[in-house]
């Protein structure tokens, strides 16, 4: 039985059962709180209110889906951070940064908790048996998320034995681990002129299928050249994101048996 966080709670008791449900501006409404889309410069969004009542203003330039994770990610405010004034630069919401205070992490897991809740996403994502960014695209379009949203979702609920990797021109900004993959696997902070990412960063190559590369392209321990994974990368926006996918002997430090299969 899967445990129901706050978001999927108030979710359930609200009476939703399918993703085209989660009517945030609804959801808002019915804990206090008015949406305003509006230009900002500086931030990606906040909340102002007292004990009863507030006021969330969005960035009105960005996507859809970069709206929604902001609305929910501001009543992750309004849920544990109550009667405070919260100015989100767009760097808090939904990346993964050094130092990131603990009120963002605790709000971006609320919003990805209300976005994508287990009890629906659980359903849709193991219905794939192996994960590629056409997979993510088609998660998000049902539940009206960003790629970059579901992508962290999927690799933070251990769906696959995968990586999801981000590097800018400066190098790598972030990465998620499943938890069935060693921590050992850590990737090199710079993009190897080896990786398809190398190119798709830099506009030598467009999409990709999963392609069968040596791991030492992506990580420089000294064992690295004795395993194999699978690399996909798509560019979004500056940056370019990665999937890696080992292959069973880069895995064998735990048990990865999971119901919904192996990536190979």
């Known amino acids: 039985m899967v445990h129901l966080s706050p978001?999927?709670?108030?979710?359930?008791?609200?009476g939703v059962i399918q993703p085209q449900e989660i009517d945030l501006e609804a959801i808002a409404w019915h804990l206090g709180v008015q949406i305003r889309y509006r230009h900002l410069e500086g931030c990606e969004a906040r909340i102002a209110g007292d004990n009863k009542r507030a006021i969330i203003s969005v960035r009105d330039d960005v996507s859809p889906g970069r709206k929604r994770f902001s609305i929910a990610h501001e009543l992750g405010h309004w849920q544990y951070h109550r009667g405070r004034i919260l100015i989100c630069r767009p760097e808090d919401i939904g990346q993964e940064t050094p130092g990131k205070p603990a009120t963002e992490q605790v709000a971006d897991k609320y919003a990805a908790d209300m976005l994508m809740p287990q009890y629906l996403f659980l359903p849709e994502a193991q219905k794939h048996r192996k994960l590629t960014w056409d997979v993510v695209r088609g998660v998000a379009d049902i539940f009206s998320s960003s790629i970059t949203a579901t992508a962290i979702r999927i690799i933070d609920l251990?769906?696959?034995?995968?990586?999801?990797?981000?590097?800018?021109?400066?190098?790598?900004?972030?990465?998620?681990?499943?938890?069935?993959?060693?921590?050992r696997w850590f990737p090199r902070n710079e993009l190897s002129h080896d990786s398809y990412a190398f190119d798709v960063l830099y506009g030598r190559r467009g999409d990709h299928p999963p392609t069968l590369m040596d791991a030492d392209a992506w990580f420089d321990r000294y064992d690295a050249s004795r395993y194999q994974l699978n690399e996909q990368s798509v560019k979004i926006s500056n940056d370019v994101l990665t999937l890696l996918l080992p292959k069973d002997e880069m895995l064998d430090e735990v048990d990865t048996h999971r119901p919904w299969g192996r990536y190979r």
């Open 158 to 183: 251990d769906l696959f034995p995968a990586l999801l990797v981000c590097h800018g021109i400066s190098g790598r900004r972030w990465f998620r681990r499943a938890k069935s993959v060693p921590e």
């Open 7 to 14: 978001a999927e709670q108030l979710l359930q008791e609200l």
